[in-house]
């Protein structure tokens, strides 16, 4: 790939300003000093800034614990949008894999990755979601075998047998292997609840364990090549 477009996949600079380092001297490619822009470089080139070595990596992974109010997106016109918390991965390219509504809470996976994320959010992965959902009146235990019998939503469609674990009066814990729109809310409206908290304990995997809201970190080697494997 061309020198310019590495320095920015790498999180040097934007286009501009690599271009403007690399006119100006500072950039070496196996040691020897290179002026153009559109010079071609690969994976095995030693490539450096100053005479300090630039770590190239293609993908990022990373876990966040969202918060309420940010748009499950990259850019919005009118609220704040995940990608927001975390600016220094920013940069790179990352888009959540998949959604949660503004005011629902926990695990977002944000890779650059788009392979990885378009098989996680392929229906036929049937990727494990759980969620601990605050209902608005007492949860009927009945409701178990309804969950696990597989919900119909309100426009026809009928749910994979979900597994609904009642933790008190008013919050449940629910295991989902699909993820369409607003799901774990139209499934709960199907009863007559409204879901008034909503928090997204684990996908596959990741869970949000050790993050407080609004942390994130980057995914382990072993969470990565877990993750992979649904590529494959
Ligand atoms: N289901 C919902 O209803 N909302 C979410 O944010 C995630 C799953």
Same mark, same amino acid.
């Given at each position: 790939?061309?020198?310019d477009?590495?320095l920015a996949?790498?999180?040097v600079? &934007?286009?501009k300003?690599? @271009?403007?380092?690399? @006119?100006? *001297? =500072?950039i070496? %490619? $196996?040691?020897?000093l290179v ?8 994976f095995?080139? $030693?490539?450096s800034l #100053?005479?300090k070595k ?9 876990l966040l614990?969202?918060p309420k109010g /940010?748009?499950?997106?990259t850019a #919005?016109d009118y609220?704040?949008? %995940?990608?927001d918390?975390?600016?220094?991965y920013?940069k790179?390219g990352i888009?959540?894999?998949g =959604? +949660?509504?503004?005011?629902?809470t926990?695990v977002?996976? +944000?890779? $650059?990755h *788009?392979? !990885?994320?378009h098989?996680? +959010?392929s ?5 494990d @979601?759980t969620?601990i959902a605050? %209902? $608005? ?8 075998n309804?969950?696990?019998e597989?919900? &119909? !939503?309100?426009?026809g469609?009928?749910?994979?047998p979900?597994?609904?674990?009642i933790?008190?009066?008013?919050h449940a814990?629910l295991?989902i292997h ?6 774990? @809310?139209?499934m709960?409206?199907?009863?007559g609840?409204?879901v008034?908290?909503l #928090?997204?304990q684990?996908?596959?995997?990741? &869970?949000h364990?050790?993050?407080a ?7 382990t080697?072993?969470e990565?090549?877990? +993750? !992979?494997? /649904?590529i494959?």
């Amino acid at each position: 790939m061309r020198l310019d477009r590495y320095l920015a996949n790498a999180g040097v600079g &934007t286009r501009k300003e690599v @271009k403007q380092l690399i @006119k100006s *001297g =500072r950039i070496k %490619v $196996n040691d020897t000093l290179v002026r153009e822009s559109d010079f071609y470089v690969d994976f095995s080139s $030693n490539i450096s800034l #100053d005479d300090k070595k630039i770590d190239y990596k293609e993908f990022y992974y990373l876990l966040l614990n969202k918060p309420k109010g /940010y748009i499950s997106a990259t850019a #919005d016109d009118y609220h704040e949008v %995940v990608v927001d918390l975390l600016p220094e991965y920013k940069k790179y390219g990352i888009a959540p894999v998949g =959604r +949660l509504d503004l005011d629902t809470t926990g695990v977002m996976l +944000l890779t $650059n990755h *788009g392979a !990885l994320a378009h098989a996680l +959010l392929s229906p036929k992965k049937h990727v494990d @979601k759980t969620y601990i959902a605050e %209902v $608005n009146h007492k949860l009927d235990v009945s409701l178990v075998n309804k969950f696990n019998e597989g919900i &119909t !939503l309100e426009d026809g469609y009928t749910c994979l047998p979900a597994k609904l674990e009642i933790l008190d009066d008013t919050h449940a814990k629910l295991t989902i292997h699909e993820g369409k729109f607003h799901q774990v @809310k139209r499934m709960f409206k199907i009863f007559g609840y409204e879901v008034i908290n909503l #928090d997204r304990q684990s996908f596959d995997i990741l &869970t949000h364990d050790s993050l407080a809201i609004g942390e994130y970190r980057e995914l382990t080697t072993e969470e990565v090549e877990h +993750l !992979l494997s /649904y590529i494959k």
